[in-house]
């Protein structure tokens, strides 16, 4: 397992871009090997927001593993909880619970279930399942930090086939109104859902133009350049006033997997045999450069 060293957080001012890059491969191998012991998971949905993890848990949020229910922690929800299986292992290396848990993962009985529960798992601020509910309990978490009079950030990570549902705009336009300037939300725009291309779907672009449009503060950056989310990182504002913050994440969808980048087939899946060997090399070569298939 690619590791911090064990009860040491890392330099969160100082994190250097080849750490970074090896802890988004570590999140793709290990969602890779959890998936075999479970038999299926989410593959795709995990590798496009595998540098966006990556970069919040290593190199920005305000966290104390010893300490998870410290009140002025930075409070984090994966709207998109079908990939918590590249969540889990973050947790895990950074000692909120003992990594051998994880090969207990979606078993009978497990605390680890391919959506996550808050209840169960150390670390977590939230519980997923039906998707579309993330922004507005991340809303509620940037109202509370304010009225107790605490300084958190509250992240939020969306997926593009979510934001379709009516719930997810009536919480832009009550951070807006709110002036959440502590609520940052992360969308995880790699094109596809598990129905097919969202644009077919319910067309959402010019999406920047529209947060924009309900009092957002919008930045559009590439998802899986670290620099460009670090950067997006240090543009936040400080305090708890202002205008709510959104990050736009251009991604690829099973980017670093090349069978399935931008792929319908993989959105759920299980790999053996040989095909777990590849992908696995594959993913420990690094990134290659992503070209995109020509629209027929």
Same mark, same amino acid.
């Given at each position: ?17 080849? =750490? ?20 299926? !998971? ?43 299986? !590249? ?33 169960? =798992? ?21 109202? $509370? ?50 129905? #097919? ?15 924009? $449009? ?33 990050? =736009? ?23 053996? #045999? ?23």
């Amino acid at each position: 397992m690619f590791s911090i060293k064990e009860g040491a957080l890392p330099d969160r001012s100082n994190v250097s871009l080849a =750490v970074l890059e090896g802890y988004a491969k570590f999140i793709r191998t290990e969602t890779v090997r959890l998936t075999r012991i479970a038999g299926a !998971g989410h593959y795709s949905s995990t590798f496009s927001c595998a540098e966006m993890l990556a970069a919040l848990y290593y190199a920005q949020m305000r966290i104390e593993p010893s300490n998870p229910n410290w009140e002025d922690r930075d409070r984090f929800v994966m709207s998109k909880g079908h990939a918590a299986i !590249g969540l889990y292992p973050v947790l895990a290396d950074l000692g909120y619970f003992d990594p051998a848990e994880l090969d207990t993962y979606t078993r009978l009985g497990s605390k680890y279930g391919d959506h996550p529960d808050m209840k169960k =798992v150390r670390g977590l601020d939230f519980s997923s399942g039906s998707l579309g509910h993330g922004l507005s309990i991340g809303l509620g978490m940037a109202l $509370a930090g304010r009225v107790s009079g605490r300084d958190y950030r509250t992240y939020v990570m969306l997926g593009d086939g979510e934001i379709s549902e009516g719930q997810i705009w009536e919480a832009v336009i009550a951070a807006g109104h709110f002036q959440l300037g502590h609520l940052v939300l992360l969308l995880d725009r790699n094109g596809l859902c598990i129905d #097919g291309h969202t644009e077919d779907i319910m067309g959402i672009e010019p999406v920047h133009e529209r947060f924009a $449009a309900f009092g957002w503060d919008v930045q559009r950056i590439d998802g899986h350049d670290f620099p460009s989310i670090l950067g997006a990182f240090q543009n936040l504002p400080e305090g708890t006033t202002g205008k709510p913050q959104a990050i =736009v994440c251009d991604t690829v969808k099973g980017r670093g997997v090349k069978r399935m980048e931008m792929s319908l087939d993989w959105h759920v899946g299980n790999l053996v #045999g040989e095909d777990y060997d590849d992908v696995m090399a594959e993913l420990e070569a690094g990134l290659q450069p992503y070209e995109a298939e020509p629209v027929a």
